[in-house]
């Protein structure tokens, strides 16, 4: 039973998410520079068993794909061919980053550590991973 990976892609950092083997709980589990990104993922699909990778999607408000989609559409056809037999899946990330915000200010986060983007980046990941199992479950 393989695990399922979320990611956050960003133009300067990559917010990763994993859940446990039984697939119940997302956790955090790095932020990467997106130079490094392929590295740090061949490095963990080579000791772990992801089943499952989902990519966030940005959207607007209107459902229509924001301007950083341009971005990720490169970066999941690498996905793609790097790891053919891992499925790869998109998943809604609109307000991920303010949920973020809250979530570490209900945390009690000082704001020091609320600046910390890769903090930030890392729990939009989680937050995309938990959307994704909310989903799969209702399914």
């Known amino acids: 039973m393989g695990r399922i990976m979320a990611i956050d892609y960003g133009q300067k950092r990559v917010g990763i998410a994993v859940t446990d083997p039984l697939?119940?709980?997302?956790?955090?589990?790095?932020?990467?520079?997106?130079?490094k990104v392929f590295d740090f993922l061949k490095d963990y699909l080579a000791k772990e068993n992801v089943e499952c990778i989902v990519v966030g999607e940005p959207k607007q408000m209107n459902n229509k794909a924001s301007e950083s989609a341009r971005f990720i559409e490169p970066f999941i056809k690498k996905l793609k061919k790097e790891f053919p037999g891992t499925k790869v899946e998109r998943m809604d990330e609109r307000f991920t980053s303010s949920m973020a915000?809250?979530?570490?200010?209900?945390?009690g986060a000082k704001k020091k550590d609320r600046q910390r983007k890769e903090l930030l980046d890392t729990i939009s990941?989680?937050?995309?991973?938990?959307?994704?199992?909310?989903?799969?479950?209702?399914?």
Request: glycine share 0%.
């Open 23 to 35: 697939k119940l709980i997302a956790n955090a589990l790095s932020t990467i520079h997106v130079t």
């Open 101 to 107: 915000v809250r979530t570490m200010i209900d945390a």
């Open 125 to 139: 990941a989680t937050i995309i991973l938990q959307s994704y199992l909310e989903t799969i479950n209702r399914q």
